[in-house]
Structures are given as C-alpha cells and as structure tokens.
C-alpha cells in the first residue's frame, strides 16, 4: 500500500513520519510495521469526535503537512487546518469522474494546497471535476522498486513446474485482481482464439489473481473464466494460480505480459512488468498507453478479442527488442527512488524540512 512502501522510503531518509488509521486494520499494522507513529481510531465517526485530541497529537510531533490519500478522509484535513494552519497534499489515486464542484466539496478543497495526479490521464479527470485552480494540480507518476529481472532458467522451471505449466511453453500472462473492467475475460476469449484449430500448441494461459471474494477478486467473473475454460477443454493450457505474493515470480514465468483494464488510472502492473523486462501487450485506453511510452507498438483495445488474438499473433511469430526498451523505460522514470526524490521537492517547496 502507497503510504506504508512511501512512508517508510521517507523514515530511511531521516523525516518524521506520522499515520493516522482505523484500529485493527492491515493499514495500522503495516504502519507499525514500518516504523511509524501512528493515531488509532475506531471509526470516521470517532475521528470527528476526537478531532481536536488528533490536533494536540499533531502539535505534539510539531506536524505541518498532512498528506491525505483518499477523498473521504480530506474532510478531516480540512477540519484539521481549520483548528490549525497545515499545509494539505492530497494524492488522487482514480481520477475524479463526476464533477465535484458543490459547496461542500468546495469547502473541502479550499483547505487543499496541492494535489497530485498519479498519471496524465488521472490529472485530465481531476482538471475538469475539481474546484480547485489548475496550479494546484500536478502529475506524479508512481514508482515501484527496480531490481534485476530473474533470469536463472533453473528458478524459472521450478516455478513453471509448479504452476503446471511445461518449461518450453510460450507463456502469456497477466496478474491482479479479478473483475469486470480488469480484462481477464477478454483475454481469455483472446486465447480461445488462439488456440483455434489446434494452432499455437505451445503457448500456455496464466491468471494470477485471487479466485475468492475474501481476496478481493469478482467470484461471478471466476466463475465464468473457469467455465469457458472448461467449455473449450482447455484446462491443460489456462492455469490460474490464485493469489500470490511473490509478483517477480510469476513475472518470471511469463513471456508476454497482458494488461488490458478498460480504464486504468495508473497501472503499477506495468511498471512492474517493464521492470521484469517482459513484453507487454497493453490497452490503449487509461493511463496504460503514457506510461508505455510515445509509439510503443503494442497497445489494443481491450474491449475486442479478435483485436487482442490477432496482436498476440503478430507478438508470439516476429522477433522484437521492446523488453530492452520498456526496462530502461521503467527504470527511468518510474522507479521508486525517482518517485520518493519528486515527492520530497513538493514537500519541500511547501515549506516542510525534515
């Protein structure tokens, strides 16, 4: 999660970090984890009553800046910087689709001093819905951790091995959370095509995803995607692997990286996927496109199967250097240390030191 992977890039670089959480939940206790001091309560409601003990906790570690990252809770901020004076950041992580611009939000926004857009297209939405001046919004892109790719065809095999899958097959693979507008079942569809006929024999089908709702996946669009897979009697070729940790992993295991979610707002898959050094076939809607760069072949329109099978075609027939350029790409601009570098200038043009 965003706060916690920041928050404790910024307590190695020596700032002061501080969380504010619900109690009891994986936020508070990845907070903890990480180091950080942090205001437990049990409810929005119970934040509203303590509002001003929130305020002399603050003013206790001589807080200035409140960084908020979700649109529900800048109302707290907005109360805060009333009691006080705080310079407010917000991270609008989805982009704002309908406009915002009532009283209410206009209050709100009023106590904000910049907002951040994850993307172009995020800072598009956000220009047109928010009541806020447009110097007040910029783009920060995210950033993930830049590590070699896995190259070690031993570890590649055992995990293929595990996952059923043969180690000469070409793999086509995509990851993250299951549901309608994330693309798996055009995908799938994609690859019905494909294996049309008996063509294609060795390329092989990999969702890596949770299968339950517990894990945060759409069980009716499992379901479907284990029925169609049935319905073609193509079990042996489409593996689902459920929910996995261990991302660099099953990036390994793949040698063309499908992401195609109808309207992404970033895409922190396709960093990590340019950052494994993979092939990536992505949609050309969202934000997917800026982030793979200015003429990058590769993109489609996640909506058509036939479009998704014929490009899957071209990419698995003719040879192409794009994994070299998407890698050099990712560590470019997209690498968490260029993240946290962009994110400590805004802190700091806002007044705020260590």
């Given at each position: 999660?965003?706060?916690i992977?920041?928050?404790?890039?910024l307590?190695?670089?020596?700032?002061?970090v501080?969380?504010?959480c619900l109690k009891?939940?994986?936020v508070a206790?990845?907070?903890?984890e990480?180091?950080m001091?942090?205001?437990?309560?049990d409810?929005?409601?119970?934040?509203?009553k303590?509002?001003?003990?929130?305020?002399?906790?603050?003013?206790?570690?001589?807080?200035?800046?409140i960084h908020?990252?979700?649109?529900?809770?800048?109302?707290?901020?907005?109360?805060l910087d009333?009691?006080?004076s705080?310079?407010?950041i917000?991270?609008e992580?989805m982009?704002v689709?309908?406009?915002k611009?009532?009283?209410y939000?206009k209050?709100?926004y009023?106590?904000?001093?910049?907002i951040l857009s994850?993307?172009d297209?995020t800072k598009?939405r956000?220009?047109?819905?928010?009541?806020?001046p447009?110097?007040?919004?910029?783009r920060?892109?995210?950033?993930t951790?830049?590590?070699?790719?896995?190259?070690?065809?031993?570890?590649?095999?055992?995990?293929?091995?595990?996952?059923?899958i043969?180690?000469?097959?070409?793999?086509?693979g995509t990851?993250?959370r299951?549901?309608s507008?994330k693309?798996q079942l055009e995908?799938?569809?994609?690859?019905?095509q494909?294996k049309?006929?008996?063509?294609?024999?060795?390329?092989?089908?990999?969702?890596?995803?949770?299968?339950?709702?517990?894990?945060g996946s759409?069980?009716?669009?499992?379901?479907?995607?284990?029925?169609?897979?049935?319905?073609?009697?193509?079990?042996?070729f489409?593996?689902?692997?459920?929910?996995r940790?261990d991302?660099?992993?099953?990036?390994?295991?793949?040698d063309?990286?499908?992401i195609?979610?109808?309207?992404e707002a970033?895409?922190l898959?396709?960093?990590?996927?340019?950052a494994?050094?993979?092939?990536?076939?992505?949609s050309?809607?969202?934000?997917?496109?800026?982030?793979?760069?200015?003429?990058?072949p590769f993109?489609?329109n996640?909506?058509?199967?036939?479009?998704i099978?014929?490009?899957f075609?071209?990419?698995?027939?003719?040879?192409n250097?794009?994994e070299?350029?998407?890698?050099?790409?990712?560590?470019?601009h997209?690498?968490?240390k260029?993240?946290?570098?962009a994110?400590?200038n805004?802190y700091?043009?806002?007044?705020i030191?260590?």
């Open positions: 999660m965003y706060p992977r920041t928050g404790k890039a307590l190695e670089q020596n700032w002061q501080l969380g504010l009891g939940t994986r206790q990845g907070m903890k990480a180091g001091s942090i205001f437990e309560i409810s929005k409601w119970d934040l509203f303590k509002i001003t003990t929130v305020h002399a906790w603050l003013k206790e570690h001589n807080t200035k800046l908020a990252h979700k649109s529900g809770d800048l109302v707290f901020a907005a109360l009333t009691i006080a705080y310079r407010i917000f991270t992580h982009g689709t309908r406009p611009k009532d009283l939000h209050w709100v009023s106590h904000v001093d910049q994850i993307s297209e598009a956000n220009l047109k819905a928010l009541p806020v447009a110097d007040k919004i910029q920060l892109w995210l950033g951790e830049i590590t070699p790719p896995i190259t070690d065809t031993q570890l590649i095999s055992n995990i293929r091995q595990e996952l059923s043969p180690p000469d097959a070409k793999v086509i990851l993250g299951i549901g507008g693309g995908l799938l569809e994609a690859f019905i494909l049309a006929n008996g063509e294609h024999p060795d390329v092989h089908l990999l969702i890596v995803g949770g299968l339950s709702k517990d894990e759409n069980e009716d669009v499992v379901q479907k995607l284990q029925s169609l897979t049935k319905q073609h009697q193509l079990e042996e489409v593996h689902f692997s459920g929910f940790r991302t660099k992993n099953m990036l390994a295991t793949m063309i990286v499908a195609l979610s109808h309207n970033f895409g898959t396709v960093i990590e996927a340019m494994a050094g993979k092939l990536i076939l992505g050309n809607t969202g934000a997917i496109p800026e982030i793979l760069g200015e003429g990058y993109t489609v996640p909506h058509s199967s036939t479009d099978a014929s490009q075609k071209a990419m698995t027939i003719e040879p250097q794009y070299d350029y998407l890698l050099a790409r990712a560590t470019k997209f690498s968490l260029q993240h946290q570098y994110l400590c805004i700091r043009h806002s007044g030191r260590k």
